[in-house]
């Protein structure tokens, strides 16, 4: 037995996830857009309340680096166990990147942003950024299938340098003061 699905059932399962996740996002507080009242397509101030609510910003990055790690793992464990198929992957993945938008957006996760990173104005992602954040996720997780592996590892270096040298938080800077914050990296990124 194998769990390979039909590209159509994956793709109805993808739709019915997208729904659920965005209702769940909706019944725990989140609001749909921008309280500003409009959407763009990139918003480019990280120090501002409008950050993580609009289509894309410096975060975006993140997922997509996301989306190049998880096709990474599922590749992997694909090749493991002949049961298991990317495209079960995939829906893995999706259901990790919203489990995680989900958690992203509780009390604990944004207080925590708040007390230890550089995010002191975070009140959680409009749902309109969380679904495109989950779109980011997959479009790494559709990169990382066409490149090779050297490919992807140097995709990822240049995204976390680039974004890194241009607002002074990355992925990596963030997973660190999240799990166990330096003063001497809060000072580097507030200026100090």
């Known amino acids: 037995m194998s769990f390979n699905f039909s590209i159509r059932t994956i793709v109805l399962v993808a739709v019915l996830l997208f729904v659920v996740f965005a209702a769940t996002l909706y ?22 309340a409008e950050n993580s609510q609009h289509l894309s910003d410096w975060y975006s990055f993140s997922h ?18 002949k ?5 079960a992957g995939f829906l893995i993945a999706l259901l990790a990147e919203m489990a995680w938008e989900i958690f992203e957006n509780t009390d604990f ?16 992602d409009s749902i309109i ?8 996720m997959i479009l790494g997780f ?15 270096i240049a995204m976390e340098v680039f974004v890194g040298f241009y607002i002074r938080d990355n ?22």
């Open 27 to 48: 019944f725990i507080g989140q609001v749909p857009i921008c309280k500003c009242g409009y959407v763009k397509l990139w918003h480019s101030v990280v120090f501002s």
């Open 83 to 87: 049961l298991f198929s990317l495209r």
């Open 129 to 136: 950024n969380s679904v495109f954040d989950v779109l980011f």
């Open 64 to 81: 997509i680096i996301h989306g190049l790690v998880f096709f990474g793992i599922a590749w992997l464990i694909s090749r493991r166990w």
């Open 171 to 192: 992925l990596t800077l963030n997973i660190i003061m999240l799990i166990y914050p330096f003063k001497a990296i809060l000072n580097w990124q507030t200026g100090g």
């Open 142 to 156: 559709f990169l990382a299938r066409k490149l090779p592996v050297w490919a992807t590892i140097l995709f990822i």
């Open 109 to 124: 996760i944004i207080n925590r942003y708040r007390e230890v990173t550089i995010s002191l104005d975070y009140y959680g």
